[in-house]
């Protein structure tokens, strides 16, 4: 991965490189505590250890008996969706892979009519295996496929934690199970029994994935210049704290849509604590140019802007044409193209003074990818070390969890009498 700081500087919010070479002394203790965070594999931190302590046999052993499934679904939510969302997408693949996260019974329906469930694998995924949405979706999922015939107990693996619904579910029924691994919060655990399971189905290269995972841990140190991922993860914090509250997450790819999907969760879940935080906005180069852009660069001065990119894409040529005002685009490349677009959305932000940061990786492949979600989740430690936030825990999505279960009678939760408390000002 590589991360340009160039137009972070002095921009608006301002930040100077004389304040990032001050910034650099609180990167080296804030490494020294993370590689101890790594050593001692303590929750959260461990999750930076995955390219080397995860064992991509096991994955690809517990999908070996699903023999050449057309689709795979994944049940899941969070970070149980969004890491194998972000695969599939950005490496493609032999499979179709589906997400049920959200319980719209609209869009859940429509869903389950459309697959052919016989030739379709079913990976549910819960680490603390009790959200209600997934064992919920899974329910339903479940019972449509034995209304179509299909034994589902043939077509289901498990990933989930030691013990809860899900573990006992999985036990009951003799399923396939692998172990979300000890340590690795949800949004952490893209690169592993989470979400390599649906990549191995679609025969993702698994080893190119934790090889450009690895080379991006290889570069972490103790001097934001020499880590691309702490460059990142140390330049959005300081933009952070000089006013730079809002993250525009903005690939130039359209495989890697789900990857700022994917961001949004590790950043906000991970950062938004104790009144600290920036809000990540998702948002696609060049398609957002024609909608957002004119915000990022005119609004308010409270954003960052992101700009992600492979430096090689495939070449799919402009033909040419003898109409005159078209003849510039004649012989170029849609690659081309957008990488001018690119470029020229980082200019109009740098020429009005808007803070962006430029994020490549050599192709969207295995190894691009391991690197890039590598490289973002060690930016995120970093930055929770920095901002002095408790990175691994979500206790403001917990609180909405215990309110929901409160409410559907699944047991006696405080949180559920504030629902009553609900204030209104209703205009009919
Ligand atoms: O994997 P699960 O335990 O089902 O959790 C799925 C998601 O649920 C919660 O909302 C957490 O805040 C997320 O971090 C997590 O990814």
Redesign the pocket.
Known sequence: MYVDLGNALNGQPRLTREALDRLDDRVADAHERIARGRADADHGYAALNLPDTVDADAVRAAVADFDDPETVLTV???????GAATLTEALGGDVDHYILDNVDPAHVGTLLDSLSLADTVVHV???????A??LSNFLVVREAMTDAGVDWTERTLVT??EA?NLRSLAERHDLPALD?PAGV???FSALST?ALPVAALAGADIEGLLDGARAEADRLSGSLFESPAYAYGAACYALERRGAGVNAMMPYAESLEYFAEWFA?LWA?SLGKDAVGQTPVRALGATDQHSQLQLYRAGPRDKLVTLVRPRERPEVPIPETDLDGLSYLGGESLGGLLDAEFEATEASLAAADCPNIRVEIDRVDAHGIGELLYGMEAACVLYGELANVSTFT?PA??WG?RAARGLLGGGDFPEADAVGEKRELLVE
């Open positions: 899941g939510i969070g970070g149980s969706a969004l995924v819960s680490r603390s295996g009790t959200t949405e997934t989930t934690g809860g979300v919060p949800g949004r989470v969760q879940e979500q999505v917990e969890k």
